[in-house]
């Protein structure tokens, strides 16, 4: 079926009219901020402590804007008869936003998630010469990096977040004061009159039938003292008395009174 004559010219016409009868929307810029997509590339943000200088970002980057220096620094051994280490501090991270045409290599060929994209874009400068932003520009423009979207239930945690939270507790371990030396605990404490000697000496084991009472013991003294004559046994008490027709002791026997 032939197009009618004139339908084209009709429905460009309807839309005309439609736009014509709505409310026109301006927004005020600059007091009022634009609703900018969440992807949205406006400028590089540095997160320093991730970055270990291995210069991907640099060498890939197909309008050389990036520039970077750094030195090598010693590492003592963590573990006695360890060798030293050293290691890369980054001295300098610059952008120079006039060249940069924002293509987004240098942060796809990060291994190490140093650098991201952030929405922020107004950096408009006067002077060509002041479109190169340092690291420390760059390291505020990090904290306007929207989060990332919610993982999935049981997802692993990014690997950004958990070296930049190992980063933290080292730094507050460095920063902490040293810590005090617990005290020795204390010893369980004894019963009131129970001397050291008393509680380590042996107890002496009990009589076993047959065998003699020891006799009562004096303060200070081990050995057992003789029986005083209060506390003589009967057999000893009968054996003292004389019997019946045996002279006392003392006293003369019959027959040897006139021999003296």
């Known amino acids: 079926m032939a197009p009618i004559p004139g339908s084209g010219l009709a429905k460009g016409l309807a839309v005309t009219l439609r736009t014509m009868t709505k409310k026109s929307v301006t927004a005020q810029y600059p007091d009022v901020q634009p609703d900018l997509p969440p992807r949205s590339r406006g400028v590089i943000g ?43 501090v980054l001295d300098r991270f610059a952008i120079d936003f006039s060249l940069c045409m924002y293509c987004g290599i240098c942060i796809e060929v990060c291994p190490f998630d140093a650098l991201f994209w952030s929405p922020e874009f107004e950096y408009a400068e006067t002077d060509i010469r002041d479109l190169t932003h340092e690291r420390d520009k760059l390291r505020e423009w990090m904290w306007t990096v929207p989060a990332p979207p919610a993982l999935d239930p049981g997802a692993e945690e990014p690997k950004e977040l958990a070296a930049a939270r190992k980063t933290a507790d080292k730094l507050a371990a460095q920063q902490a004061p040293p810590a005090t030396e617990p005290r020795a605990a204390e010893q369980p404490t004894r019963p009131q009159g129970d001397s050291k000697q008393q509680t380590d000496q042996p107890k002496p084991d009990r009589p076993r039938p047959g065998d003699s009472e020891p006799g009562p013991l004096t303060p200070g003294d081990g050995t057992p003292d003789k029986p005083t004559p209060d506390q003589a046994t009967p057999d000893q008490a009968t054996s003292d008395q004389p019997t019946p027709g045996q002279p006392k002791p003392g006293q003369p026997k019959p027959g040897q009174e006139g021999s003296e």
């Open 46 to 88: 540095l997160f320093e402590e991730n970055c270990t200088v291995c210069m991907l970002c640099a060498r890939e980057c197909p309008d050389w804007c990036i520039y970077i220096d750094s030195h090598k620094e010693t590492v003592p051994a963590a573990a006695p008869g360890g060798r030293e280490r050293s290691r890369n």
